[in-house]
């Protein structure tokens, strides 16, 4: 079935640091891929989507390229800021069908001053 | 509209109760999905409705599961008999069929406490 591995938190940086948050999922065909964004006391978002190989899907500073030969899906920022924090989902939805999401165990960020 | 609504927020209930959870979808939203989210993890599915239809359920619906989507708008999820396993965030979101991609609106969840 369809999963997805991301990164284990939490990741603490400080401000203005650069972030990586490393997801790779297994799917057949071609998955969209996203990014959900918890924060403290809200509800899940949607940061970004990719809907294709190559695809580089872009929010917020946020950026993540869908890469079909890796099955990767990485969540990369230049420069975090404290409101940033939060927790990171990295999901996938069936190619086909309904477009069940499947998620991560998320990433916990922490941004300090 | 303003987005999915779920009812309550908050249900504190004792070991062996039903209880029942309602959720509003965004009004021409006609895909309807349910997940359990417990501490450190990630969203886990538990079934789809397609307008009234429920399409799929998930394993981890056991038999204590039901839900319901009456006339294809408002969904309820019940449990009965709850067990403290059954203690968790319970999510709703729904999304508009047809288009690739389509993103999944969540809403902000019904916190489950089973004492």
């Known amino acids: 079935g369809n999963s997805v591995t991301q990164m284990e938190g939490p990741v603490t940086l400080s401000e203005e640091a650069f972030l990586t948050i490393n997801c790779t999922y297994t799917?057949?065909?071609?998955?969209?891929l996203f990014w959900y964004v918890q924060y403290p006391g809200e509800g899940l978002q949607l940061l970004l989507k990719?809907?294709?190989?190559?695809d580089k899907g872009s929010n917020k500073g946020f950026e993540a390229t869908y890469r079909k030969e890796t099955t990767s899906f990485h969540l990369e920022k230049g420069s975090v800021q404290v409101s940033d924090s939060a927790v990171y989902f990295c999901?996938?939805?069936?190619?086909?069908?309904?477009?069940?999401?499947?998620f991560g165990t998320g990433t916990k960020l922490q941004v300090i001053p | 509209d303003t987005g999915v609504s779920q009812n309550p927020r908050h249900k504190i209930t004792k070991r062996g109760q039903n209880v029942t959870f309602r959720c509003d979808p965004i009004?021409?939203?006609?895909?309807l999905y349910w997940y359990r989210q417990t501490l450190g993890q990630g969203p886990e599915f538990l079934t789809y409705?397609?307008?009234?239809?429920?399409?799929?359920k998930s394993r981890l619906l056991s038999d204590r599961f039901s839900a319901e989507r009456p006339k294809g708008s408002f969904s309820t999820l019940e449990i009965q008999r709850t067990e403290q396993g059954d203690s968790a965030m319970y999510l709703c979101?729904?999304?508009?069929?047809?288009?690739?991609?389509?993103?999944?609106?969540f809403g902000q969840g019904t916190r489950l406490t089973v004492v």
């Open positions: 799917a057949t065909g071609y998955p969209s």
């Open positions: 999901a996938l939805s069936d190619p086909g069908g309904y477009q069940k999401v499947t």
């Open positions: 979101a729904s999304s508009l069929e047809g288009t690739l991609g389509a993103e999944a609106f």
């Open positions: 009004s021409e939203h006609n895909r």
């Open positions: 990719a809907t294709k190989a190559d």
């Open positions: 409705f397609q307008n009234e239809a429920q399409l799929e």
